[in-house]
C-alpha cells in the first residue's frame, strides 16, 4: 500500500497520530483516549473533512470521530480492509411475476459508502439491487430509472412534472406498480403534488426512502424497499402512497396515503405519520392487512390522468406572534400569485397583518388559512378574529395539511387565474386532502412519564 493510500484523506494532527502509532487506514485497533476506549477499523477520511478526527467503525457497525487531542495510545491488533462495493447479479426474470418500474429522484435506497468523498452512493440497477435485497426477485421483474440525482430539499416543480409525466409513460406500457426512490425530508411535499398531477392511476404509485443509509447497521432501506416493491406489485390500492416504517421496529411498514402523510421526526425510522386520520394499510414481508376501505382500487386499464400544470409563485407563511406585516407586503411586491397561512388556533393572525391581508387579496392573490397544529379543522366562525380574517378575503382550508395545501394551491393555480374557480379546486377534495370528519383515532399522542402510557409502550413499543 502506497503512502498516500495508507492514511487516504488525513491531514495534519490527525496524519502525524496516525504516524505516531504506526496505525494506517483499514487497521484493526483499540484506541485508548481519556475518555475511554473504542475498538473498532481505522476509516479513509472525507478529503473535506476536518484534521482533527480519526474515522473509527465501531464492531457494532457504527462510524464515529474520534478527537486527535483526546488519543493517549492506539493499539494495532491487524488490519481488515473492507469492500463496500455492491455485489451486482443479474435480477432474474420470471413471466409468471408482475412487473414493477422504479423511478429514482436521489434518494438512497440501497446504497454504499464513499469514504474519499462521505458521500453515500446509491446502488440502483436492478443488478445492484437484486445484489442488495435479493428478497426482491421473490415478489416481482424488476425495472429502474433514474430520473433525477437530487438531494430531496432539491425536488420542485421541474422534478414533481418530470416524475408525474414518467409515471403516465410507464402506466401505458403497462407496468403492475411503480415505486418512487425518494430522500425523506420532501417526501411528503411530492407525494401530495403527484396525487393531483397524477390522478386515476390504475395501478399502485408507492414512494419510498430511507431515514439510515444501507451501510449502518440500524438501516431501514432494504425492508423498506421490500415492503414497497410488494405493495407496487400486489396491493389493490391504486393511489399515490408513502411506504416507511410502522414502529421503530421491523415489524412492519405502513401505507400511506399521499395527502395526509408528514415526516414527524428527524431520524427516527418510523418518522412518517398520517395526520388526522388513518393509514391506508400495514405491509410485511407476508402481507399487506388493509385498515380502510375508502381506497381507489386497481384497475386493468391503462387510463391515467397527467396534469404537470404549476404555479410557482405561491409561498407557505407559517404565522409567529408579533409577525410584523411586510412579511405579507414582501410576497405581494415580488409577484406572488398565492399564500398559504398556517395560523393559531383555529386558524388566526393578529390584526397587524390586516391591511397587509386585504392587500393581498385586492390585489388578486389567492390567500388560504390552514392550522399550524397540523390536527384539526380551520374554524373561522368561532371568534371575531376568524370572521374577520375571512371578511379581508382569506378563505379557510378545512383540515388540509399546510403543506398539502400549499401544493394544492400552486396546482389549482397552474390550472387558471379566475380565483372563484380556483377556489372550487382547492376545496373539493380529490385525493383525500380534506375529509369530512377526522377519526377518533386520527389523533394520538402518547405523553411519555404518564403511567398507563409508559406501560402501553413497555408491552407494545418494541
Not at 431520524?267 to 381506497?295: C, N, W
Not at 409577484?335 to 388566526?348: D, M, R, V
Request: charge should be neutral.
Amino acid at each position: 500500500m502506497s503512502s498516500n493510500e495508507a492514511y487516504k484523506g488525513y491531514r495534519n494532527e490527525a496524519l502525524e497520530t496516525l504516524k505516531k502509532f504506526s496505525a494506517q487506514i483499514w487497521s484493526d485497533v483499540e484506541i485508548k483516549t481519556s475518555k475511554g476506549k473504542y475498538y473498532g477499523i481505522i476509516l479513509p477520511r472525507s478529503e473535506t473533512a476536518d484534521s482533527a478526527h480519526i474515522v473509527l467503525k465501531l464492531r457494532s457497525g457504527y462510524n464515529i470521530g474520534v478527537a486527535v487531542k483526546a488519543i493517549e495510545e492506539i493499539n494495532i491488533s491487524g488490519r481488515k480492509e473492507a469492500n463496500y462495493k455492491i455485489q451486482e447479479k443479474a435480477f432474474p426474470y420470471d413471466p409468471s411475476k408482475p412487473m414493477v418500474k422504479l423511478l429514482g429522484t436521489g434518494g438512497t435506497i440501497a446504497s454504499r459508502l464513499d469514504y474519499r468523498t462521505g458521500a453515500v452512493i446509491p446502488a440502483f440497477s436492478p443488478g445492484e439491487l437484486f445484489g442488495s435485497v435479493p428478497e426482491l426477485a421473490d415478489i416481482c421483474n424488476l425495472e429502474t430509472e433514474k430520473l433525477y440525482g437530487v438531494f430531496s430539499e432539491n425536488m420542485g416543480p421541474e422534478q414533481w412534472k418530470g416524475t408525474a409525466e414518467a409515471i403516465g409513460r410507464e402506466i401505458k406500457k403497462g407496468v403492475q406498480g411503480i415505486v418512487i426512490g425518494h430522500g425523506t425530508d420532501t417526501m411528503h411535499h411530492t407525494a401530495a403534488c403527484l396525487s393531483f398531477m397524477v390522478q386515476n392511476s390504475p395501478i399502485p404509485i408507492v414512494m419510498v426512502g430511507s431515514q439510515r443509509s444501507s451501510d449502518r447497521p440500524s438501516s431501514d432501506a432494504a425492508l423498506n424497499l421490500q415492503h414497497s416493491v410488494k405493495t407496487a406489485a400486489e396491493s389493490d390500492i391504486a393511489e399515490v402512497m408513502v411506504c416507511m416504517f410502522g414502529p421503530t421496529s421491523d415489524a412492519y411498514g405502513l401505507l400511506h396515503r399521499g395527502t395526509r402523510v408528514r415526516k414527524m421526526h428527524s431520524s427516527y425510522r418510523s418518522t412518517f405519520r398520517t395526520i388526522g386520520d388513518i393509514p391506508l394499510a400495514m405491509v410485511s414481508k407476508k402481507e399487506i392487512h388493509l385498515l380502510r376501505q375508502d381506497y381507489k382500487r386497481r384497475r386493468k386499464d391503462r387510463e391515467v390522468t397527467i396534469n404537470t400544470s404549476f404555479e410557482e409563485k405561491v409561498s407557505i407563511v407559517y404565522y409567529y406572534p408579533n409577525m410584523k406585516p411586510d412579511i405579507i407586503e414582501s410576497l405581494i411586491d415580488n409577484g406572488y400569485k398565492g399564500i398559504i397561512i398556517a395560523g393559531t388556533g383555529l386558524g388566526h393572525v393578529n390584526k397587524p397583518l390586516y391591511p397587509a391581508l386585504k392587500r393581498a387579496c385586492d390585489n388578486n392573490i389567492a390567500v388560504y388559512m390552514t392550522v399550524q397544529t397540523l390536527w384539526g379543522y380551520v374554524q373561522m366562525y368561532v371568534y371575531d378574529t376568524g370572521r374577520d380574517i375571512m371578511e379581508l378575503g382569506v378563505v379557510p382550508c378545512a383540515n388540509m395539511l399546510p403543506e398539502v395545501a400549499y401544493i394544492k394551491l400552486g396546482w389549482a393555480l397552474g390550472q387558471t387565474n379566475d380565483l372563484n374557480k380556483v377556489k372550487e379546486i382547492m376545496l373539493t377534495p380529490i385525493a383525500g386532502e380534506i375529509t369530512e370528519r377526522e377519526p377518533s383515532n386520527g389523533y394520538l399522542i402518547y405523553q411519555g412519564g404518564i403511567p398507563e402510557v409508559e406501560e402501553f409502550i413497555s408491552k407494545y413499543m418494541k
